[in-house]
């Protein structure tokens, strides 16, 4: 196969059975591997599938996170699990630079 480098337009062709792609392709898997040890579930997606739900996950986190933030809530000796994650989430995206959530 082949395929055209970003910014410049060239076309790079990818022979699958040279020496250099086996090697990369081996090298890819070695990486991944590691993760996939440590319990991490690979999902196989495009980069444009990834960029979205990425994009759609973590607005609606960041939003909800700084919206709960605004509210003033604050830990009690009663709480529940999920107050407690509550404020878990908004500790997590307040601690993030407004910038990174715009």
Excluded at 3 to 26: K, M, P, T
Excluded at 63 to 70: A, H, P, Q, T, Y
Aim: net charge negative.
């Amino acid at each position: 196969g082949s395929f055209v480098e970003e910014g410049s337009g060239r076309i790079h062709s990818v022979h699958e059975n040279s020496e250099a792609h086996i090697e990369g392709v081996d090298r890819i898997e070695r990486f991944l591997s590691i993760w996939e040890e440590e319990g991490c579930n690979m999902v196989p997606l495009s980069c444009k599938a990834h960029d979205t739900y990425a994009a759609n996950s973590q607005f609606i986190t960041h939003l909800m996170g700084r919206i709960l933030g605004e509210q003033g809530l604050a830990p009690t000796p009663i709480d529940t699990k999920g107050f407690e994650s509550v404020m878990k989430l908004i500790g997590t995206t307040t601690a993030d630079s407004f910038e990174l959530f715009y």
